[in-house]
């Protein structure tokens, strides 16, 4: 299945281990960014490159993968794949972030790694999207708090029905060619000047 080619940073302590998903990822024709061998490497190349993907390796000498992901996931999340020996797998099972979304068992082959990477990247697109559909809705609350609190200011000053509060809302706003909201926050503060006086 073809998909666009992202921008990966790889992270693995065993020189080999690297090279293999280094080269397995270019056969794939995804860009690797850099390949290192720490997780504060990971970390510092995580930000500084803001990598699509990242593909780490459990343990590392300074920092397990598990724990740079989750520091890295703390401030920009990443999507990631660890890769792991059969006999840490139990560890990453019970990982269970976010942002680790794939785990693959140790020899890594080309054949495994592109269904993972494909995966990985859909599922981070969902979330993304997700997140997205929250702040909106997060953003379309407020928006109805403050149009209903310049409704009431309406309603107040000028003896206006709720109906006809919302319609004089949208005309000042449709006059002043702008939205709705943004005339619910003028209302709103045009009052809050009147009674600082």
């Known amino acids: 299945m073809i998909m666009e080619s992202l921008r990966i940073l790889i992270a693995h302590s065993n020189q ?20 290192v061998e720490t997780g504060e490497a990971l970390i510092k190349c995580s930000e500084s490159f803001r990598p699509d993907l990242v593909i ?6 300074d920092l397990d993968g598990i724990r740079a ?11 990631g794949i ?3 020996p059969k006999s840490d797998l139990e560890l990453v099972e019970t990982a269970a972030l976010d942002h680790i979304m794939a785990w693959l068992v140790e020899p890594i082959r080309t054949v495994d ?6 995966l990985v990247h859909r599922r981070a697109q969902e979330f993304a999207e997700l997140r997205k559909e929250n702040h909106d809705l997060r953003m379309a609350l407020v928006d109805r708090k403050t149009i209903e609190q310049a409704k009431g200011i309406l309603m107040k000053s000028a003896g206006l029905d ?19 909201i943004e005339m619910a926050q003028a209302v709103i503060h045009a009052e809050d000047a009147i009674d600082l006086k």
Do not use: C, Y
């Open 69 to 79: 992901l989750t520091l890295i996931g703390s401030e920009t999340p990443v999507p």
């Open 113 to 118: 790694l592109a269904p993972a990477i494909l």
């Open 82 to 84: 660890i890769v792991t």
């Open 16 to 35: 080999n281990t690297l090279t293999t998903i280094n080269n397995a990822v270019s056969t794939l024709g995804h860009t690797v960014i850099d390949a």
């Open 162 to 180: 709720e109906g006809d509060a919302f319609k004089r809302l949208q005309k000042m706003a449709s006059r002043k060619r702008i939205r709705l």
């Open 56 to 61: 780490s390796g459990v343990k590392m000498p």
